[in-house]
C-alpha cells in the first residue's frame, strides 16, 4: 500500500512537472486528486485494511495528498508567469514613442486682445455695452456734434444704407446709446468693443476694423481721472514701465481733445525704427465729454461731466506683438495664427 502512494506520488510529480500548460496542469489534478482520482481510489480502498494499518496508510496518503496539492499551487503559478511573459514580449509597444499630439484651437489674437482689454477695464468697474454695426446717422454723427454738412465727417467716410442709415464708423455712438439708456442715472461706467468700417484700405487700415470705446460720466469727473485710467490701462496692456503722453487733438464730441501715445516699448523712449525715431506710439483717441454731446443725450451739463475714449484693437494687437502688416490679421493664414 505505501509502495502505491509513494508510486502515484512519483508519477503525479512528474506529470505536474511536464504539463506545458495550465489546461494539462488541471487534466493532472483531476487524475490524481478527482473524485474517480488514482490517490482518492487509494483513500476509497482503505476500508478494507486493518484497524492498525489504517491511521499508518491514512497519514501517509495525507502526506502524499499535501504534496500533490503543494507542487500544483507552485506549478500553476509558475505556469500563469510564464504565460504573462510569453503575452508582453509578444506585444510591440514602444513606451518611447512621442504620444499623439492633438491640435487644440485657439483664440483669434484679436479675440485674445479684446478679452485682455475687457478684463482691464472689468477690473477697474466698467460693465460692458454694445450697439449695431448698422447704425443711425443720428448717434453716429448728429448726436455726437457732427451735423450734416461738418467738414469732420469727411474723415469717417463708409457704407450708407440709406441717407439715414449706415455701417457705423466707430464705436462712439454706443456712447450716446448708453447715455440716452441710462439718463439722469449716474454714473455712466461702460466699455462698447465692436466693428466699425471706414472707406480705409492699406497696410495699416482695413475697411472693416474694431474698436473699443469708453465712456465715464458723473458728478466732478475730471482730465485727471482720465489720465489716471488710461494710465493703468497702459501699464497692464503693455507692461509696468510703460508712459503715456496726450497730445492736443480734436473730436467734435470731446472739448478738450486728446491724442494718447505710450512709450515705445521696443527702445523704451530711446528712439527706433518701429517708433519712427521718436520713442512714442499713438494708441487712441480722448476727450472730455462735449456739453452738448451730454445735452443731446439727457444728461444736465452744469452737473455732470464725463470722459470718453476710443481705442484701436488691431492697432494695439500689432504694438503688442510688433506687426508690420494689419492685413495679417485677416488673412487667416494658420502659419501665421499658430503663433499666437
Ligand atoms: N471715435 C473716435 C475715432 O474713431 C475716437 C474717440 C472716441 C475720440 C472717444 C474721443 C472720444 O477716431
Known sequence: MEQKLQYIQARAMEEMSGAGSLEDLNEVRIRYLGKKGELTGVLRGMAALSSEERPRIGQAANRVRAEIEARLEERMSQLK?????????????????????????????LTAVTRQIEDIF?????????????????????????????????????????PEILLRTHTSPVQVRTMERTAPALPVKIIAPGKVYRRDDDATHSPMFHQIEGLVVDKRITFADLRGVLQVFAEKMFGSETRTRFRPSYFPFTEPSAEVDI????????????????GWLEILGCGMV???????????????????????????????????????????????????
Open 81 to 109: 508567469d510564464s504565460l504573462r511573459e510569453k503575452k508582453l514580449s509578444a506585444e510591440t509597444i514602444d513606451i518611447t514613442l512621442p504620444g499623439t499630439v492633438f491640435s487644440t484651437g485657439k483664440l483669434h489674437p
Open 263 to 278: 512709450s515705445c516699448g521696443m527702445c523704451g523712449g530711446e528712439g527706433c525704427r518701429v517708433c519712427s525715431r521718436t
Open 122 to 162: 472689468l477690473g477697474l468697474g466698467f460693465s460692458i455695452a454694445e450697439g449695431p454695426e448698422v447704425e443711425m446717422d443720428y448717434y453716429n454723427f448728429e448726436a455726437l456734434n457732427l451735423p450734416k454738412e461738418h467738414p469732420a465727417r469727411d474723415m469717417q467716410d463708409t457704407f450708407f444704407i440709406t
Open 290 to 340: 462735449h456739453p452738448r454731446v451730454l445735452e443731446m443725450s439727457g444728461y444736465n451739463s452744469s452737473e455732470v461731466t464725463g470722459f470718453a475714449f476710443g481705442m484701436g484693437v488691431e492697432r494695439i494687437t500689432m504694438l503688442k506683438y510688433n506687426l508690420d502688416d494689419m492685413r495679417l490679421l485677416f488673412d487667416n493664414d494658420v502659419r501665421f495664427l499658430a503663433q499666437f
